[in-house]
């Protein structure tokens, strides 16, 4: 995968695996096709669990700037900048907020154990059809639906199922 599909899915491993992601910037819906093309590595048009799998690992590594098998809500955040070349907008959750979502032993930071986990449960709510694979109207649906949320005040905001 070339580095400018591997950037431009950045933000989409944001929302859905980092939800990894959750780790995902309001994009116009260009950008989510090049995303979701990028993930589509066998070009069927949707996304298997594989495939989201080894996307969401590709981004752990690239948020793991330290090396040391975990990802700080600096790193995250870093990473989206780094990736992506803009700042998180306004209505989008935080990098703290995302970690919160998939951090199993609330350290404030994730594995990649917790990542992936994060990503396979953001992968199984995604697909509204339950046929195993990602379509175009999933991802764009659950982009909309898990990371558009502000985080509410007395914490993270947990994605609803």
Not at 36 to 41: G, K, L, P, Q, R
Request: proline share 2%; glycine share 10%; net charge negative.
């Amino acid at each position: 995968m070339s580095s400018f599909k591997l950037s431009r899915w950045a933000g989409l491993a944001f929302g859905i695996a980092g939800v990894c992601g959750f780790v995902v910037p309001s994009v116009a819906f260009a950008d989510q096709e090049a995303r979701f093309e990028s993930m589509d590595t066998d070009g069927d048009g949707r996304i298997s669990p594989d495939e989201h799998a080894a996307a969401a690992s590709r981004m752990f590594e690239k948020m793991d700037a330290n090396g040391d098998g975990k990802v700080t809500a600096a790193e995250m955040t870093a990473a989206h900048l780094r990736l992506t070349g803009k700042k998180a907008e306004k209505g989008e959750m935080s990098a703290v907020d995302k970690i919160k979502m998939m951090d199993t032993n609330a350290d404030g930071v994730l594995t990649a154990d917790e990542y992936a986990a994060g990503a396979q449960s953001m992968f199984e709510k995604m697909d509204t059809d339950h046929d195993g694979y990602l379509t175009r109207a999933e991802v764009k649906a659950g982009h909309e639906k898990y990371m558009h949320r502000k985080a509410a005040s007395s914490g993270a905001v947990r994605p609803a199922d």
